[in-house]
């Protein structure tokens, strides 16, 4: 899983790196508010992948396969009229947003909202993926997806298609990453079916405390990119997306090591074996991933900005360092909070919506310069580090 999603990182910067290259500061800083915008999107689906796998998992802890196969075709058929109204309601939206974001066309984002359409499918297909431990798969399928979107944008934005080439490139390889997936999921629809009511499952109960807590990261994560493209220049936009990205990295090499420890813990949960020993394992790892990316970034902050996007993007240097450790504490938090869904703590969301709240009005308010909005952003990240571990440590101790 750590390799395979490493590879897809890796590729997943490649692209940004080439289209911060290729577009320049100004139009890449159009591209990162709209896959930002992306992500906001992507809540519900982001919701629905953490349950799905929470369920899947609890399921395969108890050999209940039948139930597995089930639980795939309600969600995919009872997602389908959703997420068509969602796409009819933002497309309805569209010229509000591209005001917003300062963008002379709507095709751009009508880009983004079909990206989310088949992402909302792809999300289905991934998460029982990894419900069911099928980490190779997973791993081959995202790198897969993220060779298609890079080549394809690479060579719409060469034949001068500029961000919608760009955008086209996510399309695609969603569009792929969907159909691929049922390669090794083909056994779901020869089990035979089971009645599964989601009420007696408590799905709904699980899923409204995991849409808050994807609501909070996802803001905390994307929406800062989105408020710098609407109160800064255009060029300050393109430096806070390149920062962003760059810093980004310590989540995205973090984040296998998450994805393995929701199911396996949920599992263990479910099973009624111990399960503290992987929280601290995986907290280990990132920590050690967090401190040692960290330092990097603050030894050598010109280097890193230069060689990977260029002498036009040198000004952003002295923030890459500070926007490494709101990112490391981003993703010690995420996985906290993970754990805490996975073991059913689900009250622990409200820091989290908190922290996502405070954050936006106060870059709302305080936006005068780069400096204001990443501080908000690294001290907000580290209170809410302070209190997930706090409320960890004291469950960890009753036990």
Request: charged share 10%.
């Amino acid at each position: 899983m750590a390799l395979g999603t490493g590879v897809g990182g890796l590729g997943n910067y490649f692209y940004h790196l080439l289209m911060g290259r290729m577009l320049g500061p100004v139009d890449y800083g159009i591209l990162a508010s709209l896959i930002s915008l992306s992500y906001l999107l992507s809540i519900p689906t982001g919701t629905l992948s953490l349950v799905l796998v929470k369920f899947v998992s609890s399921f395969k802890g108890k050999n209940d396969f039948d139930s597995i196969s089930t639980l795939f075709r309600i969600s995919s058929i009872k997602t389908l009229v959703p997420a068509l109204l969602f796409l009819l309601l933002f497309l309805i939206c569209s010229p509000f947003i591209a005001s917003f974001l300062h963008i002379n066309s709507i095709f751009p984002f009508i880009l983004v909202l079909l990206t989310f359409f088949v992402g909302i499918f792809l999300t289905i297909n991934m998460a029982f993926l990894q419900g069911v431990l099928r980490f190779g798969y997973l791993s081959f399928n995202s790198i897969l997806q993220v060779f298609l979107k890079l080549l394809v944008a690479v060579i719409l934005v060469i034949w001068g298609f500029k961000v919608n080439g760009a955008l086209f490139g996510l399309l695609v390889g969603s569009i792929f990453g969907y159909f691929f997936a049922f390669v090794p999921l083909r056994w779901l629809f020869k089990s035979p079916k089971k009645e599964l009511k989601l009420g007696e499952i408590k799905f709904f109960n699980f899923a409204l405390p995991v849409f808050f807590s994807t609501l909070a990261f996802t803001s905390l994560f994307s929406m800062d990119i989105v408020l710098v493209r609407h109160f800064l220049p255009g060029q300050l936009s393109g430096f806070y997306a390149a920062l962003a990205l760059l810093s980004k990295i310590i989540f995205f090499i973090a984040s296998p090591i998450i994805a393995v420890s929701f199911p396996l813990i949920s599992e263990r949960h479910a099973s009624g074996n111990r399960y503290f020993h992987l929280l601290w394992m995986s907290f280990g790892l990132v920590g050690v991933i967090c401190l040692f990316s960290t330092l990097i970034y603050f030894l050598f902050p010109a280097f890193i900005i230069g060689i990977l996007y260029g002498s036009q993007y040198l000004s952003a240097a002295p923030y890459l360092g500070f926007f490494a450790v709101f990112l490391s504490f981003y993703s010690l938090s995420f996985l906290m909070t993970n754990f805490f869904l996975s073991v059913g703590k689900t009250k622990i969301v409200v820091l989290p919506v908190t922290a996502s709240l405070i954050q936006i009005i106060l870059i709302s308010f305080l936006h005068q310069n780069l400096w204001q909005i990443v501080s908000i952003s690294t001290i907000l990240m580290a209170l809410l580090f302070v209190g997930l571990l706090i409320y960890c440590l004291r469950i960890s101790w009753a036990k």
